[in-house]
């Protein structure tokens, strides 16, 4: 019985490879743990040249853990580490099956200063936007024309050089008032502080529109008393629009986003600023361009126009001598027109005058006498003309009743002859026999008896 329970129990076993322990611990490791940010002590660091990959440990006082990254992730950094070199690196677990070692496979990796100081600036900005502090001021809130700014910088820094000299180059009739404060190191902060106290005093009197607060470039560290909380919340609360210029292009601080604006440079800043001033400058150039090319039109108008007035100005004896030739012009003008009218008048008394002798008795008896002998002979002419006229209209009607008279037909051989009631014959069947008829001829009767 007790051999059949161990033959038993041995058949049951579930046997596995020194390679299938190491892979499932490994695989354990992969979904038990996500990736991971460590920092230890870099030590027994090399680099295999052929492949460029870095195996190393990370230390603590107390621990070893070993550790390796490979080229495609280690080829982005910006540095090489090297033994006693503190980091942080972000990595997964895992145990390498063919040693069976624990190690953690690093795909990020970071000088552990650099990473404590992306920390506190990461920790500081949620904190600070969580509370509402980067929503408080917008771009929207910059005046388009700045008259007068106030500006926190170094000094004796480059960034006050490139401020001043922008800002004179595009707006010349911009006004700066320098707050010079310590842009890093011990005091910085409290120098920083002061100077937006100050030009909150002032800023009645002075009547600031923009404050810029700049800086050159430099490390994290350099950069970092801009990252402070204090002066964050004081630009946060500022009671005039504030333009950050610190740094670089590629450089970020939380006074960016606390600022109504971020600028890439203290360059940028100043262009920034001087913009709307810039824009009425060239504004104010192009008008005084126009004008100047309207009064010169304007000028070269009345230039011709002099230039015509003077041709036509005249010396008075030219004036004199043109008037001279127009009097004599009308004098011709009016004496030929004199004579013209003497002439039309004499031509109406002669026209009147033989009017007036035509009007004499002698003169009108001898022109009715002349108007009766052309009567006369006009009546005479019309009276043989209507004489004749009825002569001949009587020998034509004449010549009309006798081609119609039967006597004229009788003359020409023929004979009428009639019956016994004095009707003409037209058809001899109408005679009777016996009956007696009269015949007449051009000249006397026959009266015979019809027998047939």
């Known amino acids: ?85 503190q980091v942080i690196i972000q990595g997964k677990l895992s145990i390498w099956k063919k040693t069976g070692r624990y190690q953690i496979i690093a795909s990020k990796m970071e000088l552990a200063g650099f990473g404590e100081l992306l920390r506190k600036f990461e920790l500081l900005k949620n904190k600070l936007n969580e509370e509402g502090l980067f929503q408080l001021k917008n771009e929207n809130q910059l005046p388009e024309v700045v008259n007068k700014i106030a500006l926190i910088t170094s000094k004796n820094g480059a960034a006050i050089k490139d401020v001043i000299s922008t800002v004179k180059r595009r707006a010349p009739h911009l006004e700066v008032v320098l707050f010079p404060v310590k842009v890093q190191g011990q005091g910085s902060t409290e120098s920083i502080v002061s100077a937006l106290e100050s030009i909150k005093k002032l800023n009645a ?67 920034i600023v001087s913009e709307g001033s810039s824009k009425v400058v060239i504004y104010l150039k192009e008008i005084r361009r126009l004008l100047q090319e309207k009064v010169q039109r304007l000028c070269d108008i009345q230039k011709e126009k002099l230039q015509v007035l003077i041709k036509l100005i005249r010396s008075p004896k030219q004036i004199i001598q043109e008037q001279y030739l127009k009097l004599d012009y009308k004098t011709e003008s009016l004496k030929k027109s004199m004579d013209s009218f003497k002439l039309r008048k004499l031509d109406v008394l002669e026209k009147l005058d033989l009017q007036l002798k035509n009007q004499t008795p002698n003169n009108k ?61 037209r058809d001899g069947a109408k005679v009777s026999k016996g009956e007696i008829i009269k015949t007449k001829l051009a000249s006397g009767e026959i009266q015979s008896e019809v027998t047939k």
């Open 365 to 425: 008896i001898l022109m009715y006498k002349n108007q009766l002998m052309s009567f006369s002979t006009i009546l005479q002419k019309e009276l043989d003309k209507t004489i004749i006229g009825n002569i001949n209209k009587t020998k034509y009607l004449e010549e009309q009743l006798n081609a119609l008279n039967p006597v004229g037909i009788l003359d020409r051989g023929y004979s009428i002859t009639y019956d016994r009631k004095g009707g003409i014959i």
């Open 1 to 85: 019985m007790e051999d059949h329970i161990q033959k038993t129990s041995n058949d049951n076993r579930e046997i596995l490879s020194v390679s299938e322990v190491n892979q499932a611990a490994n695989d354990f490791l992969n979904e038990a743990f996500p990736p991971l940010w460590i920092v230890g002590e870099i030590s027994n660091f090399k680099e295999y040249g052929s492949s460029g990959h870095w195996y190393f440990s990370l230390k603590d006082s107390d621990s070893v853990l070993s550790a390796a990254m490979f080229r495609l992730q280690n080829i982005g950094l910006r540095f090489k580490p090297k033994e006693g070199d």
């Open 205 to 271: 009197v002075e009547s600031f529109e923009t404050l810029l607060i700049c800086r050159g470039g430099g490390s994290i560290e350099d950069l970092w008393t801009f990252n402070d909380e204090n002066i964050c919340r004081e630009i946060a609360h500022f009671p005039i629009p504030v333009i950050s210029g610190v740094g670089h292009e590629t450089d970020f601080t939380l006074v960016d986003f606390v600022s109504n604006l971020r600028a890439a440079t203290p360059t940028a800043a100043a262009e």
